[in-house]
């Protein structure tokens, strides 16, 4: 028997040795049709199956749970393909399932710190060291995910040591010139419905950007965050350290900002109220803007003015100095405006002030008027004064 096995082997690597085609094949559960094992663990160079022409090796697995080719690896690599030629791969995989979940490549590793499929480039030109490819309107061209319904391991994970501008740990890129409505050259998206989910999470250790985006065209947008739904979701949140910093201008809910800060273009939304480069906050304050005009009492203004406690304070909790103003209850129940108790409207304010500066004007027209009259009151009896007096001396 062990002649016939020493006379089997050397046939098969003659007919190799000449060009000849190898092909083998079962059909009984957990059996490998060619198995091929390398114990040389001194020499870098060493195989366990080794192919080469236009493809290599191949390996097709029929069954619902095989595999076309299957290698591996306790300290070394498990399968590894190289390449000589443009436009051809070292390792390639192809699924033509139609339905259902199955995979083109696929790997799993165990280690601490293993790859499950590595790719490897040394070139100084644009390459990919693992490319995947989709020919399909929804398919996918790589997809890395975690089964694990616990811990914290990526679904994919790139990272690079590069201490060049630029360098990137994940790359995505759309090279089409006209792109469709949201398309994204990296898409993050998370399935779940708790309050912590987070699509895209970015984090930089030093004094990086956890998230960077730029937009080279006039209308481009750096980074852009939107919530779908109707719920109480935030666009973009920004908490801890010096919070927000936009420049040279920020738009809220103006998608034009022509000033450091711009607020809105209609009614419902600010009205372009703006923050000038001077640092003086403007109000949006047009006819255009208004309706519902009535007259004011400018009298009645000045005497409830009268009546308004103004006292000086400080705000609870901060240490930004003592402020001189009305308590917003009081200004509210002595004027009626706003909407809120809790605060006061500059508008509200300065119209308050100049009604009664208003007021005061026709108050000191009114006094004018009496001094008018007094004078000449007084004009007229000096002179009777006079005249008596002259009339007196004669």
Not at 43 to 69: A, D, M, P, Q
Request: charged share 15%.
């Amino acid at each position: 028997m062990k002649i016939i096995t020493t006379l089997f082997a050397l046939s098969i690597a003659i007919i190799s040795l000449y060009g000849q085609r190898i092909e083998a094949e079962t059909h009984t559960p957990g059996e490998i049709a060619i198995s091929g094992t390398n114990t040389d663990a001194s020499n870098s160079f060493s195989r366990g199956v080794l192919g080469k022409g236009y493809t290599g090796v191949v390996g097709i697995g029929t069954g619902s749970l095989g595999y076309g080719v299957y290698g591996t690896s306790v300290l070394a690599t498990g399968i590894f393909g190289v390449s000589h030629s443009t436009d051809f791969s070292g390792v390639r995989g192809a699924n033509t399932v139609e339905q259902g979940i199955s995979y083109g490549v696929h790997g799993t590793v165990r280690s601490i710190n293993g790859y499950a499929v590595y790719g490897y480039c040394s070139t100084d030109n644009v390459a990919a060291a693992v490319l995947g490819s989709n020919a399909s309107p929804f398919g996918i061209g790589v997809e890395g995910k975690n089964g694990n319904n616990s811990g914290t391991a990526p679904g994919v994970y790139g990272h690079t040591r590069s201490a060049s501008d630029n360098s990137t740990g994940v790359l995505g890129q759309i090279r089409h010139e006209m792109p469709g409505g949201f398309s994204a050259g990296v898409r993050g998206i998370n399935n779940g419905t708790e309050y912590s989910g987070i699509g895209v999470h970015g984090e930089h250790a030093g004094n990086g950007a956890g998230v960077y985006g730029q937009a080279k065209g006039s209308d481009g947008i750096g980074v852009w965050g939107f919530v779908t739904s109707s719920s109480t979701g935030w666009g973009g949140y920004f908490l801890g350290g010096k919070g927000l910093y936009a420049a040279p201008r920020l738009g809220v809910n103006n998608s034009n900002p022509l000033y450091p800060i711009h607020v809105g273009d209609s009614g419902s939304n600010g009205n372009g109220a703006h923050l000038t480069t001077g640092g003086t906050w403007t109000n949006g304050s047009s006819r255009s803007f208004k309706e519902g005009f009535e007259v004011v009492d400018v009298q009645d203004i000045l005497e409830k003015t009268e009546d308004l406690r103004i006292t000086t304070w400080q705000y609870s909790d901060s240490d930004e100095g003592r402020h001189m103003g009305p308590i917003a209850e009081d200004f509210a129940h002595a004027f009626g405006l706003g909407t809120n108790d809790k605060y006061i409207s500059t508008v509200d304010t300065d119209g308050v002030a100049l009604a009664c500066i208003q007021a005061l004007c026709v108050r000191l027209e009114k006094e004018k008027e009496k001094n008018s009259l007094l004078a000449k009151r007084v004009e007229k009896l000096e002179k009777s004064i006079r005249h008596k007096a002259g009339s007196g001396r004669r």
